[in-house]
T-cell receptor, first 116, second 115 residues
Framework: AQTVTQSQPEMSVQEAETVTLSCTYDTSENNYYLFWYKQPPSRQMILVIRQEAYKQQNATENRFSVNFQKAAKSFSLKISDSQLGDTAMYFCAFMKQSGGYNKLIFGAGTRLAVHP | DAGVIQSPRHEVTEMGQEVTLRCKPISGHDYLFWYRQTMMRGLELLIYFNNNVPIDDSGMPEDRFSAKMPNASFSTLKIQPSEPRDSAVYFC?????????????FGDGTRLSIL
């Protein structure tokens, strides 16, 4: 069974600084996808970034980038130039890549607070 | 482009009452998911549908929970009778296609409080 671990329940950062959120996962699969979702106080779950395991290049979306280390089963999220609107819960998620639908497995989340 | 629409946004009711949560997926999406989020257990998948047909309901906690999808644009999650431990945020999500790289789009959730 796959598991996703986020070891940082809470993080804080000053506005304009950079912060890195950690995520590790456990799987015997070789092909899979990894995601970071953001849940602001409004509760909506918003997809921030995703990474295909077969791609060596780290995914980037504007100020958000990942450090994907497949051998170490690590998938951290870096937020550059943090903004107050980045304050939210961040969830790391894993999905197998195989025929048909596969479950999204979520981590417990990291609460990020961006301070002015 | 409208996203996934859930109603109500908040629901407070007394133990033993029937609760119905509603979801309208994004038009054209053929997968629909119901999740429950609690502090203790995080985000859990309860059930998902493909083309209106329930495919996997192994996450549904008890027989008190039921879900239906009478058509491509509407789904309900019903709890009868409700209990205080059902208090949680319930999310509906939808996606298009069977490949894993299609992201799930979530609604704003329904915060359910059972007194």
């Amino acid at each position: 069974a796959q598991t996703v671990t986020q070891s940082q329940p809470e993080m804080s950062v000053q506005e304009a600084e950079t912060v890195t959120l950690s995520c590790t996962y456990d799987t015997s699969e070789n092909n899979y996808y990894l995601f970071w979702y953001k849940q602001p106080p409004s509760r909506q779950m918003i997809l921030v970034i995703r990474q295909e395991a077969y791609k060596q290049q780290n995914a980037t979306e504007n100020r958000f980038s990942v450090n994907f280390q497949k051998a170490a089963k690590s998938f951290s999220l870096k937020i550059s130039d943090s903004q107050l609107g980045d304050t939210a819960m961040y969830f790391c998620a894993f999905m197998k890549q195989s025929g048909g639908y596969n479950k999204l497995i979520f981590g417990a989340g990291t609460r990020l607070a961006v301070h002015p | 482009d409208a996203g996934v629409i859930q109603s109500p946004r908040h629901e407070v009711t007394e133990m033993g009452q029937e609760v119905t949560l509603r979801c309208k997926p994004i038009s054209g999406h053929d997968y629909l998911f119901w999740y429950r989020q609690t502090m203790m257990r995080g985000l859990e998948l309860l059930i998902y549908f493909n083309n209106n047909v329930p495919i996997d309901d192994s996450g549904m906690p008890e027989d008190r929970f039921s879900a239906k999808m009478p058509n491509a644009s509407f789904s309900t999650l019903k709890i009868q009778p409700s209990e205080p431990r059902d208090s949680a945020v319930y999310f509906c999500a939808s996606s298009y296609g069977v490949t894993s790289n299609q992201p799930q789009h979530f609604g704003d959730g329904t915060r359910l409080s059972i007194l």
